[in-house]
C-alpha cells in the first residue's frame, strides 16, 4: 500500500534550520552545515544532474529516499520562502527550485494562496492547495497513482502530518553539528510516545540515518 | 589511554528529564519513559542485582558501559536531588541510591557544599568536590588507577564536560518519546560542529544507541 514518507535533515540539537531564515537564506544562520553531508554525496548530485561525488553508506539511504515516489508535498516556506515576492502575492515568484526542479513528479504545495499550477521542466509541477492538509494528501496520493507520497517539507509541514497522524515512515538524518536556535522539528507536538517506532539506524561518515514507522 | 566517557537516555525531543523535576519525581514528568528500556534488560538487572529481563542488542551497549569504568563523576542534582533536605545542608541525606549503589568505584559529586566522604556497602564512596569540574575530573581519574572516568550525569554536568571539550566518548540513548518540556542535554553550547564525531548506530527494541567520539 501506497505510504506517506518523509526525509529530513536535523542537527543534534533538534533543528531542521538554523535561526533567522529568510529569502536570502533560507536554510537559517549555520543551517546549510544540515546538508553537506547530501551535497557531497554521488547519490544526491546524480538525482540534480550533478557528476561525481562520495559513495557510502549515505548513497543507498539517498537513493531509497527518491525511489517510489509518485508525489511530493510541502509547506510554501519550502516552495518559496514565508516573506519576499511570494508573501506579497506576486505571482510570478517560481519559488526557490529554478526552472528544472529535482522533485520530477506532481508537488502539492500548501498554501493560503490560491493560484494556477506552475509546470516546469523534467516532470516537476507545482499544484496550489489551500484547503488544508488533508485535501493536499489525498490529491498528491491519487497524483502518486499507487506510489508514495513524500513530504518535502519544511518543518511545519511534517510537524502538521505528525499531529495528525498520518505519517508512516520518518527520516531522520540526524547531523553532529548544534544550531542552538532556528526550527525544531518536534516542538509543540503531543507528549508522551512519539507514535512511530525505531526500526533502523545506520552509521555513514558525518551522519546517522535514523527510521522510524509507524506500528 | 583512559578515556572519559558518558551514557545518557534521552527523548527524540532532546530531553532527559520531564518537566518540573523535584525530590519525590526526580525524572520530571514523562522522565520515567526513557529508563525503561534500561530497566527491562536483563544486563540492567543484573548490574542492579535483579534476575531475569529481555536479552536483545541493548544487552551489550549496557554491559559496555560499566566495562572498565574506574570512578564516576556526577552532579549534585543526580547524587540527591536539587532541592528538599540536601539541599538545605542537612549532612543525613545520602542521596537516590541506598545502602548499596549500583557504582561499586568511587564517585565524585560536583557540588558546593563540602562534606565528608560517604562510603556505602559494595564499593561505592561518595566523595564531594567543591572545586569544580576540573579538580573532580582529575580526582576521578586518579581514582580510576587507568580505568576511565563516566560522567553519570545529569545533563548539566555532561553539558558542561561538553562544554570544556573534555569528554572524549558520548553514548546517546534515543528513546522515541517526546517529553515536550523539561531540561535539554545540548541547551547553551556553542552552536556549530558538535566536537564528537558519529562512529556507531545501534538499532535495538525501543531505542537507538548513538555513540559519539572525538576526532
Known amino acids: 500500500m501506497a505510504q506517506l514518507r518523509s526525509h529530513i535533515s536535523i542537527s543534534l540539537d533538534g533543528f531542521t534550520a538554523g535561526p533567522s531564515p529568510s529569502l536570502d537564506d533560507p536554510l537559517g544562520a549555520g543551517g546549510e552545515q544540515l546538508h553537506e553531508w547530501a551535497l557531497a554525496n554521488a547519490a ?16 543507498a539511504v539517498l537513493e531509497r529516499a527518491t525511489e517510489n515516489v509518485g508525489a511530493y508535498v ?6 518559496g520562502g514565508g516573506s519576499g515576492p511570494w508573501a506579497e502575492g506576486a505571482e510570478r515568484w517560481d519559488g526557490w527550485w529554478g526552472e528544472e526542479p529535482p522533485f520530477h513528479v506532481p508537488v502539492f504545495v500548501l498554501t493560503h494562496h490560491a493560484r494556477e499550477p506552475l509546470e516546469l521542466r523534467g516532470g516537476t509541477t507545482f499544484h496550489f492547495v489551500t484547503d488544508g492538509l488533508e485535501a493536499a494528501l489525498a490529491r498528491a496520493f491519487e497524483a502518486a497513482d499507487g506510489k508514495d507520497v513524500s513530504v518535502a517539507g519544511g518543518a511545519a509541514a511534517i510537524r502538521q502530518c505528525l499531529a495528525a497522524g498520518v505519517l508512516d ?7 553532529p553539528v548544534l544550531l542552538g536556535g532556528g526550527t525544531r522539528l518536534l516542538d509543540g507536538l ?9 526500526v533502523e539506524a545506520i552509521h555513514a561518515p558525518g551522519v546517522t540515518h535514523l527510521t522510524y514507522r509507524k506500528a
Open 44 to 59: 544526491w548530485r546524480a538525482q540534480h544532474g550533478r557528476e561525481g561525488g562520495e559513495v557510502n553508506a549515505s548513497t
Open 74 to 79: 510541502m509547506g510554501r516556506n519550502m516552495f
Open 169 to 175: 515512515e520518518l527520516h531522520l538524518h540526524v547531523v
Open 190 to 198: 503531543a507528549s508522551g510516545p512519539f507514535g512511530l517506532e525505531p
